[in-house]
């Protein structure tokens, strides 16, 4: 009769040890609902490759962000879509654009019930989709973007934003912006850099999300999949260009560069589970090869493991919602 000293089992023998022994746990205040808020809609209109999410309205976005924050989760990332778009992206920085009047209404609605955060990147307000100003040579010029993107931090920072999310990928942006801020007096408006944002397949539902007028590829700027070392180097330059807080994006897929990356920075460090990924299991679960529930918890669940701090994710109050549920038990 063979008899083991060490029975790691002893750990798993019934839901509440499991619990006890627990090293992970997902909690409403760690995740992040990401939001699309469309100009010129008189009603939600349900996104076809994202079942379950919407392009708002600023009202029906003022109802859930409102339901957001009873949930008790830590934010929301706005994302606008605008009905006119043009070459150098001119509706970002239009105080009345749609991100910006967006922002104020959810920021009113709100107030400190959570982070109200926006995305500062130009591809959803210009008429060839890139992240950037696009030069004679169709290139996407980085510091003349760099302008554009300090003018939308400082109107963005007006409007209420309390975090600004850059996720164009230009070399130096966190620098600049941060720079603009401090010099017009938003010292206390908080940065997150997406540092390492993979030129991934991932983004497809997304673009369906904002309407994206993209013709081409953005590898020029995001970062190769293949390179994980290069994910790490862009965390560690954001940081020293005073990041508040730095993401891996998308996160599933990259579980080894957020491990590298939570493992370097002084800073917290965020993960965006993006569309692709979002869209993934919604299908799976339709046609019932998976169990709907303990995918999507599973999947957040192994984002935080890999060292993230908040998880930006399309389920977040409704994993919010499960969990108050099992406390109130």
């Known amino acids: 009769m063979i008899n083991p000293v060490i029975r790691p089992r002893r750990l798993r023998t019934t839901p509440a040890l499991r619990r006890l022994a627990s090293e992970i746990r997902l909690h409403p205040s760690e995740l992040v609902l990401p939001m699309f808020v469309r100009e010129g809609s008189g009603d939600p209109m349900p996104i076809q490759s994202m079942p379950g999410v919407v392009q708002h309205t600023i009202d029906s976005a003022r109802r859930a962000v409102t339901e957001a924050a009873e949930a008790g989760i830590g934010g929301v990332m706005l994302f606008g879509v605008p009905t006119v778009r043009d070459a150098v992206g001119s509706g970002a920085t239009d105080p009345d654009g749609i991100l910006n009047a967006a922002t104020r209404a959810l920021a009113d609605e709100v107030g400190d019930a959570l982070v109200v955060q926006t995305d500062l990147c130009l591809d959803e307000f210009t008429d ?191 994993l919010a919602t499960w969990f108050n549920e099992r406390q109130a038990r």
Not at 149 to 166: E, F, I, N, R, T
Not at 214 to 239: K, M, T
Not at 288 to 303: F, M, N, Q, T
């Open 128 to 318: 060839h989709g890139h992240c950037g100003l696009v030069g004679a040579d169709g290139s996407v010029d980085n510091d003349s973007t760099l302008e554009r993107y300090c003018d939308m931090a400082l109107v963005q920072a007006a409007s209420g934003s309390q975090l600004l999310g850059l996720s164009g990928m230009m070399d130096g942006q966190v620098a600049a912006v941060r720079q603009a801020l401090d010099q017009n007096g938003y010292v206390d408006t908080a940065v997150l850099a997406y540092s390492a944002k993979y030129a991934s397949a991932f983004y497809g539902p997304f673009r369906d999300a904002v309407e994206s007028t993209l013709d081409g590829d953005r590898r020029s700027y995001q970062l190769d999949p293949a390179n994980r070392r290069e994910g790490v180097r862009e965390a560690r330059l954001d940081i020293q260009e005073g990041a508040d807080i730095v993401m891996v994006k998308p996160a599933g897929s990259y579980l080894d560069v957020l491990a590298e990356v939570a493992a370097v920075s002084d800073v917290p460090v965020w993960a965006y589970q993006v569309s692709g990924e979002y869209a993934m299991i919604e299908a799976a679960a339709a046609h019932g090869w998976i169990d709907r529930r303990r995918a999507v918890e599973e999947s957040v669940l192994s984002i935080r493991r890999a060292g993230a701090d908040a998880v930006l994710t399309y389920w977040a109050v409704e």
